[in-house]
């Protein structure tokens, strides 16, 4: 214990180092599944090789990737930009599954009468399949936020600092006591990012918040209630 | 590129098919470490997940484990058992069986729980045991997702397996760490491709199966149900939640 009081800097300065990892990935893996997911939804070739893709990308090892990744994107095995594409390119890999599912989860009669009120296909998209697939989509994205703050503990094998630099130090030394307190900042990091997904979650979609079967039967669309 | 013809050529080269280090006998390593990993979590989580989709009991605290799981980094399980039992082969053991426990039973539960609820009360009906509707009707209907579980902790453990060799001798990982320390890019680069290799091998025999242990009644019966059910289903977000980290 006296080691976690007197290296509480050391602890902070890796908690940010950890964010500044892991926080990209989380946006930028929602911000590239959404095309990609929407793609895969549309059409039935498209879905075959997107969900194909991605879902070989998802098996692909992480400690491997991290080293394979910088000879074919050019970055040096060492830097932060090369564990923020890796850890990106995890994230889309599952977000793309989540998106497609989601889209495709939004009842087709509410489309149909979103079509015939009026919508273009494209302000469809944004009106009415996306708020409706909105919880779903942050389900996934939780998923996301957790399992990137545990993945990028791994780059520290390779040297680029984070949290689980705690346990090579810890390891190397023989400082239990520094995994541990790794261990414990990793996990309360993935909450706090996780309770800011479902507090930015409740402020994005409003009518999930007063009652739960609300989100399971999303019966009145946001934009319905707006028109 | 030309790193990567290095690698191939690193892959390629007999003097890394001889010795201690020879690359067969890492993959043998790497493959049969993962195996007996499974084949000891299975042991533990498959009778426990059996044992709460066919009650329902204890499904909030299975839930809330395999959720609190996900979140610990295997790095730092890793490194920790390592320092608590010693440097050797004992610790990845223990680390990697821990790991592989919570998608497994989830994929034992989730299967139980998938099936429809009116099959198991017509089993009851025409006068089936307990035990025989478990065997019987529980088993082969809820199989694709245990193999679904089985698969994702399969993946989990062959690239944990690779982090195991921070801390022991053993498996492919070897060839990463050792690259890297003395700054030998073809070995370092040959050693993940045959990791990854290894790993989309792995998910192409478990896609297979899982395909396969579908029962033939299920399949038959397939194109009815799509037709009946409301377009909206209920969303799949756990097939990518149970996969967890890695």
Do not use: C
């Not at chain 1, 009842?107 to 998209?125: H, I, K, M």
């Not at chain 2, 690193?10 to 470490?33: C, K, M, Q, S, T």
């Not at chain 2, 821990?98 to 034992?108: E, F, K, R, T």
Request: avoid cysteine.
């Amino acid at each position: 214990m006296t080691w976690i009081w007197s290296n509480g800097d050391l602890i902070w300065d890796r908690t940010l180092d950890h964010l500044v990892l892991s926080v990209p990935p989380i946006l930028l893996s929602f911000l590239l599944a959404l095309p990609l997911g929407a793609l895969a939804n549309r059409y039935r070739a498209s879905r075959g090789v997107i969900l194909g893709s991605v879902g070989l990308l998802y098996a692909i090892p992480s400690l491997p990737l991290f080293i394979v990744l910088p000879v074919i994107v050019g970055t040096s095995a060492r830097s932060p930009l090369n564990l923020i594409i890796a850890l990106t390119l995890y994230g889309v890999a599952l977000m793309v599954r989540v998106v497609a599912d989601g889209l495709a989860s939004v009842d087709r009669d509410v489309r149909q009468s979103a079509a015939g009120v009026g919508f273009s296909s494209w302000s469809e998209f944004w009106q009415v399949e996306l708020p409706l697939a909105g919880p779903v989509l942050l389900a996934g994205l939780r998923v996301v936020a957790v399992s990137t703050v545990s993945l990028a503990t791994v780059g520290a094998v390779i040297g680029v600092q984070s949290l689980g630099s705690l346990f090579t130090d810890g390891f190397q030394r023989g400082i239990q006591a520094e995994i541990i307190a790794g261990i414990v900042a990793t996990v309360v990091l993935a909450l706090v990012l996780d309770g800011v997904l479902v507090l930015l979650g409740r402020l994005l979609m409003p009518w999930t918040r007063k009652s739960s079967s609300r989100v399971l039967l999303p019966v009145v669309t946001p934009a319905a209630v707006t028109r | 590129m030309n790193l990567f013809a290095q690698a191939v050529q690193w892959i390629l080269d007999p003097l890394n098919y001889v010795g201690v280090n020879a690359i067969p006998l890492r993959v043998f390593e790497h493959l049969a470490f993962t195996l007996v990993t499974l084949v000891i979590a299975s042991a533990i989580a498959i009778p426990i997940g059996f044992f709460i989709g066919h009650t329902g009991r204890g499904r909030g605290l299975a839930v809330s484990v395999a959720g609190a799981f996900r979140a610990i980094p295997t790095l730092g399980l890793l490194t920790l058992v390592a320092l608590w039992i010693g440097i050797g082969l004992g610790a990845p053991f223990v680390a990697l069986t821990i790991l592989a426990i919570p998608p497994i039973l989830a994929g034992a539960y989730t299967g139980f729980e998938a099936i429809d609820r009116r099959t198991v009360d017509a089993a009851r009906a025409v006068g089936m045991s307990e035990g025989q509707i478990v065997r019987g009707v529980e088993v082969p209907l809820g199989l694709p997702l245990l193999i679904g579980g089985i698969r994702s902790a399969a993946l989990q453990v062959v690239a944990t397996a690779t982090l195991a060799a921070y801390i022991a001798d053993i498996g492919l990982g070897r060839y990463l760490f050792t690259g890297l320390k003395t700054r030998d890019h073809a070995e370092m680069l040959g050693g993940s491709i045959l990791v990854i290799l290894l790993a989309l091998a792995l998910e192409g025999i478990f896609a297979t199966i899982q395909r396969f242990v579908v029962p033939r009644g299920v399949i038959s019966s397939r194109s009815k149900v799509v037709r009946v059910r409301s377009s909206r289903a209920r969303p799949m977000v756990n097939s990518a939640v149970e996969k967890g980290t890695q």
